[in-house]
């Protein structure tokens, strides 16, 4: 089969990552890199000696031998240089998240509709081994029904300037909840703190009620003194805890819960009886095997895949959407100060 011909555009700090993915993919023939930055294209020169270095993007676009762009530029640029792209005619993968508003999202979701073109979004945690298999696991029923799930991912560094904490980290972790319990939110909140710089939250704490009175907290931060990527999933049968950050216990399950028993019927319905029993169960624990790849080269992988198969990929558009509905909700919430319904 032919390899997709690809054109990168951004090679900073995660375009670099893209680069080197896209460069020794055996399913790419990485055509251009685009970046204004001499030193940014003189390191793509070094993982990609190949490609054509271009200092606009113009050129790329204009290129009737490339048939799909990816875009790793800052985010406030994500809506522009994606659009163009689909009007260029080419399939998109942009990094996360989508767009800056609600509005945008929307927008390049129609663009390609229309054109009968693949956007797909770099949720890079969807193509996670360990994430597939807490899903696999959460909808086969092995932790019972689930009751909250508990996100951090904390850091020291690295702070930016066009967006908070909220947009640069928490996209991650919208997306995996979404992923894993997949229903509506009805509710939300959140609330941010700026230490560093006015206006741009360093700390955000938010909350989010999925349908069924599923709930889910996720703490981002980039003041933390240590990395943490972990997240607790409490279900009625069992519990886990994911640590990305570990080699060896990525997934810890335990056998443990507080069970329930209606005792009414036993006493006859007595008002001077409690009405149910509280039971703590505390089993085994047991780390599940994983198998483990590369998330970025599965992504590249399905969004070859994708244009080859002419199908969706997993992170589509309409997922980037609906974390960038999310998003905006919440930073709606922070700014507010009050809880964010419906």
């Not at 009968?116 to 019972?144: C, P, Q, S, W």
């Not at 085994?284 to 970025?296: G, I, K, M, S, T």
């Not at 992988?301 to 244009?307: L, P």
């Amino acid at each position: 089969m032919e390899p997709q011909r690809i054109g990168l555009v951004g090679c900073g700090y995660w375009g670099s990552n893209l680069c080197r993915v896209l460069a020794q993919h055996p399913g790419v023939e990485l055509r251009w890199i685009s970046d204004p930055a001499p030193k940014a294209l003189e390191k793509a020169r070094r993982m990609a000696p190949h490609a054509r270095l271009l200092s606009t993007l113009e050129p790329g676009l204009i290129d009737i031998d490339v048939d799909a762009v990816v875009v790793a530029v800052p985010v406030e640029s994500h809506y522009e240089v994606a659009m163009a792209a689909l009007k260029a005619g080419k399939h998109v993968l942009v990094e996360k998240p989508l767009s800056r508003t609600v509005e945008e999202a929307e927008s390049l979701c129609d663009e390609a509709a229309r054109r009968g073109l693949i956007l797909m979004v770099g949720h890079t945690f969807l193509y996670n081994g360990t994430v597939r298999r807490i899903k696999a696991m959460i909808d086969g029923g092995e932790l019972g029904e689930i009751r909250y799930v508990f996100m951090r991912r904390l850091n020291l560094g690295i702070v930016r300037h066009d967006v908070d904490a909220l947009w640069n980290l928490a996209p991650h972790d919208l997306s995996i909840l979404n992923y894993w319990i997949d229903r509506p939110v009805t509710r939300l909140s959140a609330i941010g703190h700026c230490y560093l710089q006015p206006g741009i939250a360093d700390v955000v704490f938010a909350h989010l009620t999925y349908e069924g009175n599923i709930a889910g907290h996720i703490q981002v931060s980039w003041l933390d003194p240590s990395k943490v990527r972990q997240a607790t999933v409490v279900g009625s049968r069992r519990m886990l805890l994911y640590d990305d950050m570990s080699n060896e216990a990525r997934i810890v399950v335990y056998d443990k819960g507080i069970d329930v028993a209606d005792l009414s019927t036993n006493l006859g319905g007595f008002e001077t009886f409690a009405q149910h029993q509280f039971t703590v169960r505390a089993g085994d624990a047991w780390l599940p095997r994983v198998d483990f790849n590369e998330p970025l080269v599965e992504e590249v992988s399905d969004f070859v895949g994708s244009i080859t198969e002419q199908r969706q990929p997993l992170a589509d558009g309409a997922s980037g959407l609906a974390v960038v509905k999310l998003l905006e909700r919440l930073s709606e919430s922070m700014n507010q100060g009050v809880m964010n319904g419906g």
